[in-house]
């Protein structure tokens, strides 16, 4: 079987368990495993695990009952749209992550994995830009990875990081022109 159809089938089961568990009388009574459980399906690396996140994100009513913290400050004080790549929901992602993991008290045994999920969702935001500037915006990616990897927040990024990005998305622009 192919990635494409194993992805849609994995999202289609997650997306089935996903309405179970709201249908469901018990989803009333959360139990700390059941709020893991979700959350753990919602940080993985995987693009239906973003997707089931960002539905639940669009229809955060239907899952009250697990008191999720939702709040975001988006990229910190770096920028959340950096050279015009948006950013802004993979950190958000990114946030949640953190924060929820932090109030259930397994952070530590996630962060990694968290991060690894960020940069996976930086890639894939890459992924959709015209391949002339891609490779600056994987610079980019790299770049937020390797802040919140090493100092848990991309407050961390440096204006120089943003220069040398923003010099090369510049120079492959010009050369596609030519």
């Known amino acids: 079987m192919s ?26 009574a959360v139990t700390p495993q059941q709020k893991l459980s979700v959350l753990s399906s919602w940080t993985q690396t995987s693009a239906s695990s973003y997707n089931a996140w960002n539905s639940a994100r669009q229809n955060r009513a239907a899952w009250a009952d697990y008191n999720f913290d939702w709040s975001t400050d988006y990229c910190s004080s770096s920028p959340d749209n950096p050279l015009g790549f948006s950013f802004s929901l993979s950190c958000f992602r990114h946030d949640f992550g953190y924060r929820n993991y932090k109030a259930v008290g397994q952070f530590s045994a996630n ?20 391949a002339v500037v891609r490779p600056a915006c994987y610079s980019l990616a790299w770049t937020y990875y390797q802040a919140v990897a090493i100092f848990g927040s991309v407050a961390a990024v440096q204006q120089s990081d943003l220069d040398r990005a923003a010099k090369m998305k510049t120079e492959a622009e010009r050369h596609a022109r030519t």
Not at 8 to 18: D, E, F, M, N
Not at 112 to 119: E, G, H, I, K, N
């Open 3 to 28: 990635r494409r159809p194993a992805t849609l089938l994995a999202s289609g089961v997650l997306a089935l368990l996903t309405a179970l568990a709201v249908a469901s009388p018990a989803a009333a």
């Open 111 to 130: 962060k990694s994995r968290l991060d690894s999920a960020f940069y996976e969702d930086l890639k894939r935001v890459c992924a959709t830009y015209n």
